[in-house]
């Protein structure tokens, strides 16, 4: 059924995030190296449709993947987000296990239980992509943790391993511009497409029916953007050669990637049918302060 919230809690955290970095390097590849406005504009817009990679149907038909890999936003969240939403707040498909059992995987029918041993694994990879330089993976783990959806489970909170949410704390102090690793190895885009866009219409001043432009707003638009193209062109390009040896393991979970980003955060129809409701919740509250420690 593919990765599962058992099969999460199952998996070292350090391979989750191996692999969504090495997963990323080989989406950052196929991109330009010198991003447009234009490219960065159409990143954040619903109909985006990216053209760093490529999935078949069953019956041999291309399909390309419709979420922009390195931005997300309250209107438009990072497929990754949505995938963690998706585990936390979808119903169980199966028994779920306990990490901290590690001699014997005794089942727990608490779904509290549960949602504890999601965040918690969630926020163990989430940390390990911020400190290995992974923002794209770890801001779009932040943005579903530090959602109200999910930070208001203070059942869950409280049970979640204590060393996973001095982590989200952690993050939640730092604030929305600090906390990223000091060398980034892949970049984030977060909303930036749209507040350049919002910037550049704000820009438009019409008077006596001429259209003209407001310099200080262009400026702030401009500035938006080099700070952007500035982060993405600095991240490397060269995949290590240590990668090429990927076990089995991490080939599959690369595949899965593939899959869970070629479809927006779900795969099968329990996730298609839990997804709207899941979204439905993240855009009515909208990213919130995370509960108070």
Request: glycine share 6%; net charge negative; charged share 25%.
């Amino acid at each position: 059924e593919g990765l599962t919230k058992d099969v999460l809690i199952r998996l070292h955290p350090a391979l989750v995030s191996n692999s969504l970095l090495l997963f990323n390097r080989e989406l950052l590849s196929t991109l330009p190296e010198n991003p447009t406005v234009e490219f960065v504009i159409l990143s954040n817009a619903p109909s985006s449709k990216s053209p760093a990679i490529e999935t078949h149907e069953p019956h041999g038909e291309s399909k390309h993947a419709s979420p922009s890999p390195f931005f997300g936003s309250d209107d438009q969240p990072h497929w990754l987000t949505k995938l963690v939403l998706l585990h936390i707040l979808g119903p169980d498909t199966s028994a779920s296990f306990s990490t901290r059992a590690r001699d014997d995987y005794a089942p727990q029918t608490s779904r509290t239980h549960t949602r504890a041993e999601v965040i918690s694994a969630w926020a163990r990879i989430g940390e390990l992509s911020r400190v290995s330089g992974d923002e794209c993976s770890w801001r779009a783990i932040r943005a579903a943790l530090c959602s109200r959806p999910v930070a208001r489970l203070d059942k869950a909170w409280r049970r979640a391993d204590p060393a996973a949410l001095a982590f989200v704390e952690n993050w939640v102090a730092q604030g929305e511009t600090h906390g990223a690793a000091e060398r980034q190895a892949i970049p984030w885009g977060g909303d930036t497409g749209e507040r350049i866009k919002a910037t550049l219409e704000r820009a438009k001043v019409n008077e006596d029916g001429a259209a003209e432009w407001a310099v200080n707003k262009l400026k702030e638009a401009r500035d938006e953007f080099e700070r952007f193209r500035t982060s993405f062109s600095l991240c490397p390009r060269k995949v290590d050669p240590a990668d090429e040896e990927k076990g089995e393991e991490m080939t599959t979970l690369l595949h899965q990637w593939k899959e869970l980003y070629s479809t927006g955060g779900g795969i099968g129809s329990i996730a298609s049918q839990f997804q709207q409701y899941v979204l439905f919740l993240f855009h009515s509250l909208r990213l919130g302060a995370h509960r108070s420690v």
